[in-house]
């Protein structure tokens, strides 16, 4: 037990613009609308959470924002936050679904406890395994030739990882934009595929057969999230490996999906899991199966991007990298006091106690969409 106590709680929402739409095979996307929760202890120590839901993903952030004022908050006010896993074990238990609102409460429960013990998030879930990684960039905006530029910029910073989100246009124009950019580049770019639930599954072997002839590295979630008997058919039967997503949001459906081997690769994320340390019995699931797993990330902030990098800082093997790129090159502005630390196409894990960044108050004034809920 520790000597404090939680004071208060306020779920700012807030909605901060692309710099430009990314189209997806589920839907197009043109801001960042998260919830964004403040914790405050009686000795003045704050820490912070995000929810980014996305509606044909997760949820929404309006539910939220809901969910941790009208739901959660009651059996928080007055509670040791150092108890963790006590606090998130009430939170399954008062409210089904919901993760990313869950994950929110974790990730500022954490900053808490790291604040208080000195320790970083990643030290307190298990032990920094590295001090960064590769950072991909999704290539998404239905104007190809600005999506060039951009590439153009972000190599010249030192990125090599690229991820097509396709599916959401015509087959030519996903083969088009992925023969153009290895013309271009060669073999020294990283490409990757993602489909967003894009294909029909009787049609999708084909369609990946033909992008196969450019060397992806994987090919994410090509059909619909129900639709893992036909995801595992392709996993089997398509050279190329296949990584599931909305198909794996949680430990149990990590265990399903290595029961069944419906892909070979998993997609990590707080916001499914709910929360760092369910993503990391996701992770320990795969492991066990010889499955690989990938840092990735929902429209998020530079908060929620520090928490899933010291997530992806605790795994113990991490092969494919990951993403955490919309607070440098896709949003209007960030949150955070201090850029969100990415250098020469590399992702650093944040240094200091807690998550290691800190919220700029003004910022969150500047995009808020309604007063904080408190």
Request: glycine letters at 8%; hydrophobic letters at 45%.
């Amino acid at each position: 037990m520790s000597d404090h106590k939680i004071q208060s709680l306020r779920a700012h929402r807030i909605n901060i613009p692309a710099k430009a739409v990314h189209s997806h095979g589920s839907g197009d996307v043109t801001g960042i609308h998260v919830a964004i929760l403040e914790i405050t202890t009686d000795t003045g120590i704050t820490g912070w959470g995000e929810a980014s839901p996305w509606p044909v993903f997760t949820g929404t952030a309006e539910a939220a924002s809901a969910a941790l004022h009208i739901h959660l908050r009651p059996h928080l006010i007055g509670q040791d936050p150092v108890q963790v896993e006590k606090h998130m074990n009430m939170a399954e238990k008062v409210l089904i679904g919901h993760p990313e609102a869950k994950a929110a409460l974790e990730m500022a429960l954490l900053d808490i406890t790291g604040k208080i013990t000195g320790l970083s998030v990643c030290e307190l879930v298990g032990g920094k395994m590295r001090n960064d990684m590769g950072m991909s960039f999704s290539i998404a905006n239905p104007d190809f030739n600005a999506d060039l530029d951009d590439v153009a910029a972000m190599w010249d910073d030192g990125v090599r990882i690229f991820k097509f989100k396709t599916g959401f246009a015509d087959h030519k124009f996903d083969v088009m934009r992925v023969e153009k950019l290895r013309k271009i580049y060669g073999d020294e770019v990283d490409i990757r595929i993602d489909y967003n639930q894009g294909l029909w599954a009787y049609d999708a072997v084909r369609c990946i057969r033909d992008l196969e002839a450019f060397r992806p590295t994987f090919v994410e979630q090509p059909v619909k999230l129900h639709e893992r008997e036909a995801l595992a058919h392709i996993t089997h039967v398509i050279d190329t490996p296949i990584m599931a997503d909305e198909s794996v949001f949680d430990p149990k459906g990590a265990l399903y999906g290595a029961q069944h081997r419906i892909a070979d690769i998993f997609s990590l994320k707080i916001m499914k899991s709910g929360g760092i340390r369910r993503a990391l019995e996701v992770a320990a699931i795969a492991r066990a199966a010889g499955i690989e797993i990938y840092g990735g990330c929902m429209f998020e902030t530079g908060l929620a991007h520090a928490a899933g990098t010291h997530l992806m800082a605790a795994v113990p093997d991490l092969v494919l990298e990951a993403e955490f790129y919309m607070a440098t090159y896709y949003a209007a502005e960030d949150i955070l006091t201090e850029p969100f630390p990415v250098k020469h196409g590399r992702i650093h894990v944040p240094t200091g106690p807690g998550l290691g960044v800190e919220v700029d108050p003004e910022m969150l004034a500047k995009y808020a969409v309604c007063a904080p809920l408190m």
